[in-house]
Structure formats: C-alpha cells, structure tokens
C-alpha cells in the first residue's frame, strides 16, 4: 500500500478561479498541510495545523474513486492544491489519473521538488512575494523548474504593493523563458473556521487596476494580469 495523502477537501467541478488556466472547468484536490505560513493566507483550513484533524488520510484509488465520482466518469482536469501540494505523495495518484484520461495541474511555492513533477499537465510556480513574510529557496525553486521537465511551467505571482510588484520584475528577470501570471492579492482572506467572511472586492478592484496600470507604463507586455474569478463570483466560500 502507498503512503496516504492528507486530503483537506475535494470538491467540483468548478471552474479554476486563478492563473493561466483560469475558467477551465476542473474538480480540486485540497491537501492538507503547508512548510509556509504566508501573511495574507486565503486557505488556513488546509496549512493551520490546528485542522489536521479534519485532513483525511487516503490512499490514491480512493482519491480518484471521488474525483470520478464528482466528474460522472468524464475525464477533466484535476487541480491539485493546497496547503503546499508538494509536500504530499502524489505520484501514484497523477499515475492512475492520467491512466484514465484526467489532465493534472499543480500550484506550488516551489520550496519542495518532486520527480513526479514531470507528469503534470502543468506546474504553476508561485514564489511568495515580500508581503507574504517568507523567503524564497532559490537553490529549491531551481530544483523545482528542472523536475517539470516536459510538463508546462508558468510562474504566478500575487501582487499587494509596490514592494512586492518590484520583486516580481527581478523573479521574472530570472526566468525570461517562462511565462508569467501577475494577480492582486486578497487582503480580506477567510479566517479558517468561516467562509462567509465578507470579500472587499472595491479594494481588491482597485489593486487590480494600479497593477494593471503599472504593467502596462512599465511596458511589460510579456506579463498576465488576472484577478482571481473564484473570489469575484463567491466570494470567500469554499467548495466552489
């Protein structure tokens, strides 16, 4: 038997809210537990450790019993998230996925590297900015790019201010090959134990036009800047 994964939820199908396969109708798998402890959080139920109770050990087969369950059979795509996905026993489960024709992406901070990395669909990388409190191993996160190997590697951002838009210019100066996803961050994440908190979405609006404004006087055409839907249509609510 293969080491259970820490499920934290899993839910769908929605649509990806966030990155460069925003409004892709896909089912999430959520796991539980993170090596971060970023500021500004949106999903604390799923890295607090005082939840992990709640994450729910099971094995790979059982992981896409539910996936099909949810899906009625049809092979989609398949969000994994987290928490820091990278951290879980993931292989197995991308293995018996793919052999039935569901696609997986993945979003990591890129502080962990796996060799199943290579059988994504597509690796979202997204380094934390200043604003999030943490710092970036940049000796890992290179270990990260080369496991992707032939799955498609994107680099998302999340913006809050101009510290964090000015370390965002120098990490993509890093990786001119990659392409790039900005996104204004929420400064109104949920507390974990309520998903009703209310969205400042005048606020969240407003970043995202300084950012826009920004991009586009600085002429960085090669970047993205996309809001994260999911928060516009529900809000702080979980599951959608």
Same mark, same amino acid.
């Given at each position: 038997? +293969? &080491?259970?994964?820490?499920?934290?939820?899993? *839910?769908?199908?929605?649509?990806?809210?966030?990155?460069?396969?925003?409004? %892709?109708? +896909?089912? *999430?798998?959520? +796991?539980? @537990? #993170?090596?971060?402890? #970023?500021?500004?959080? /949106?999903?604390?139920?799923?890295?607090?450790?005082?939840?992990?109770?709640?994450?729910?050990?099971?094995?790979?087969?059982?992981?896409?019993?539910?996936?099909?369950?949810?899906?009625?059979?049809?092979?989609?795509?398949?969000?994994?998230? @987290?928490?820091?996905?990278?951290?879980? $026993?993931?292989?197995?489960?991308?293995?018996?996925?793919?052999?039935? @024709?569901?696609?997986?992406?993945?979003?990591?901070?890129?502080?962990?590297?796996?060799?199943?990395?290579?059988?994504?669909?597509?690796?979202?990388?997204? $380094? =934390?900015?200043?604003?999030?409190?943490?710092?970036?191993?940049? !000796?890992?996160?290179?270990? #990260?790019?080369?496991?992707? =190997? &032939?799955?498609?590697?994107?680099? =998302?951002?999340?913006? *809050?201010? &101009?510290?964090?838009?000015?370390? !965002?210019?120098?990490?993509?100066?890093?990786? $001119?090959?990659?392409?790039?996803?900005?996104?204004?961050?929420?400064?109104?994440?949920?507390?974990? &134990?309520?998903?009703?908190?209310?969205? /400042?979405?005048?606020?969240?609006?407003?970043?995202?036009?300084?950012?826009?404004?920004?991009?586009?006087? /600085? @002429?960085?055409? !090669? !970047?993205?800047?996309? $809001? %994260?839907?999911?928060? +516009?249509?529900?809000?702080?609510?979980?599951?959608?």
């Amino acid at each position: 038997m +293969t &080491e259970a994964i820490r499920v934290a939820e899993i *839910f769908g199908p929605t649509i990806q809210g966030e990155g460069a396969l925003i409004g %892709q109708p +896909t089912v *999430f798998v959520r +796991t539980g @537990g #993170c090596d971060y402890r #970023c500021s500004w959080c /949106d999903s604390l139920h799923a890295v607090d450790a005082d939840y992990r109770h709640d994450w729910m050990p099971m094995q790979a087969g059982a992981v896409m019993e539910e996936v099909a369950r949810l899906s009625g059979g049809r092979p989609l795509l398949v969000t994994l998230s @987290g928490g820091n996905p990278a951290i879980q $026993p993931l292989g197995p489960l991308i293995e018996a996925g793919r052999a039935e @024709g569901y696609r997986f992406a993945m979003e990591t901070q890129g502080s962990v590297a796996r060799d199943w990395f290579s059988r994504l669909d597509m690796l979202v990388l997204s $380094p =934390k900015p200043p604003s999030s409190g943490m710092a970036v191993d940049w !000796a890992v996160f290179e270990d #990260c790019v080369a496991a992707a =190997k &032939e799955a498609e590697t994107v680099l =998302k951002i999340v913006i *809050f201010d &101009e510290a964090d838009y000015q370390w !965002a210019r120098q990490v993509a100066g890093r990786y $001119p090959d990659l392409p790039l996803v900005l996104q204004p961050g929420n400064h109104t994440p949920p507390p974990p &134990e309520d998903d009703s908190a209310l969205v /400042d979405h005048d606020g969240i609006n407003a970043r995202m036009r300084w950012l826009v404004g920004r991009v586009v006087a /600085d @002429g960085w055409f !090669a !970047a993205r800047v996309l $809001p %994260q839907l999911h928060v +516009t249509l529900w809000g702080n609510r979980r599951g959608v």
